[in-house]
T-cell receptor
């Protein structure tokens, strides 16, 4: 079956602009996760959804970051007033349910470059 | 809080040689441990995981890892590597009840040369 897909694959934007990153999880997966991967660093947890609810938003770096999920399917990560430090690869993952032991399936990522 | 340390940022090795990628973790609760691999220009893929039971875990592509609770380690091994194993390898930990976020190490780049 289809895996996790993300769009766009690459996004170049100017400082101060807003960007939206999209994630389509594997069909039937109720849990969805967003991570950020900065150059030379590990993955940084941002937020997760169980269904359409986000029980843990503690990883969002600032109030410029927000995310939503609709129809227990597609999710959008929005970054307002982008800064150069937002440049990174943003990865989305999904799993059957949001339990710690469940395997997370990752998408290919969106590479964001803020000029 | 949980954390993961991958001391080796890069490991060069010749084809058909054995390799060990080191991972140490810290956690105040029982842990679940994972190794993910990221091939160039691809997403992360699960190699193997330890949830409970046997401390020696076998994964895909001939990789295995051993959970050592006393040393808080989960090192990844392969007896004979191939050129195609060149990739970035991430160790990750979660644990506890319900959902606990997956905490990743900074990754180890495995470079296999002929």
């Amino acid at each position: 079956g289809a895996g996790v897909s993300q769009s766009p694959s690459n996004k170049v934007t100017e400082k101060g602009k807003d960007v939206e990153l999209r994630c389509d999880p594997i069909s039937g997966h109720t849990a969805l996760y967003w991570y950020r991967q900065r150059l030379g660093q590990g993955l940084e947890f941002l937020i997760y959804f169980q269904g359409n609810s986000a029980p843990d938003k503690s990883g969002l770096p600032s109030d410029r970051f927000s995310a939503e999920r609709t129809g227990e399917s597609v999710s959008t990560l929005t970054i307002q007033r982008t800064q150069q430090e937002d440049s990174a690869v943003y990865l989305c993952a999904s799993s059957l349910e949001a339990f710690s032991y469940n395997e997370q399936f990752f998408g290919p990522g969106t590479r964001l470059t803020v000029l | 809080a949980q954390s993961v340390t991958q001391l080796d940022s890069q490991v060069p090795v010749f084809e058909e040689a054995p390799v060990e990628l080191r991972c140490n973790y810290s956690s105040s609760v029982s842990v679940y441990l994972f190794w993910y691999v990221q091939y160039p220009n691809q997403g992360l893929q699960l190699l193997l995981k330890y949830l409970s039971g046997s401390t020696l875990v076998k994964g895909i592509n001939g990789f295995e890892a051993e959970f050592n609770k006393s040393q808080t380690s989960f090192h990844l091994r392969k007896p004979s590597v191939h050129i195609s194993d060149t990739a970035e390898y991430f160790c990750a930990v979660s644990g506890g009840t319900g959902f606990q976020k997956l905490v990743f190490g900074t990754g180890t780049r495995l470079l296999v040369s002929p």
